[in-house]
């Protein structure tokens, strides 16, 4: 037997009209939904789910969530006991995430391309796309590695951009 409920979770910043939104489309949908919850509670609902036997039932503990995605970013404080979760802080920016980072890795890397050659790829888009999708790549790398190279051929004028980057320079 397939259940048709479901808890939807959002973003906290969703308004209500954006939240309505959501019940809307599971509604059309022909789901049932329960209730919407901040996605940083759900978070935290998980993680106390798979941690409940490493938690104590007086003694709390707190544990930071930071989700630092394409676009946005956001960072959460919970506390933890057995069987209670309580989120003591929260806080959210949607207009900043991993492509900030993206554009000043670019800058520096397009600075130092034109300090070198005399040419600035900033100044041509089709340079910009392709150094954007090598920086994407390198920032990837990076949450593993702790140093990633970044390589582009004939990025301008026939000149290639060959780079090392360390996870503590980005």
Not at 18 to 42: H, M, P, V
Not at 62 to 67: L, P, R
Not at 115 to 136: H, Q, T, V
């Amino acid at each position: 037997m397939q259940s048709n409920e479901l808890v939807i979770s959002v973003p906290s910043y969703c308004t209500n009209v954006e939240r309505q939104a959501y019940l809307d489309a599971a509604e059309i949908a022909g789901i049932k939904c329960l209730r919407t919850i901040n996605e940083s509670t759900a978070v935290g609902l998980a993680y106390g789910f798979f941690r409940k036997r490493d938690l104590h039932k007086d003694q709390p503990r707190k544990v930071v969530f930071v989700d630092f995605g394409h676009s946005k970013t956001t960072v959460t404080v919970a506390s933890f006991v057995q069987e209670k979760l309580k989120v003591i802080y929260h806080e959210s920016d949607r207009n900043l995430g991993a492509r900030n980072m993206d554009y000043l890795v670019l800058d520096k890397l397009a600075g130092e391309f034109n300090s070198k050659y005399g040419a600035d790829p900033r100044k041509n888009k089709r340079c910009m796309l392709r150094m954007f999708e090598a920086i994407e790549k390198m920032r990837k790398t990076l949450t593993s590695d702790t140093e990633a190279q970044l390589n582009i051929d004939c990025l301008l004028e026939e000149e290639d951009l060959s780079r090392k980057m360390s996870r503590d320079e980005f």
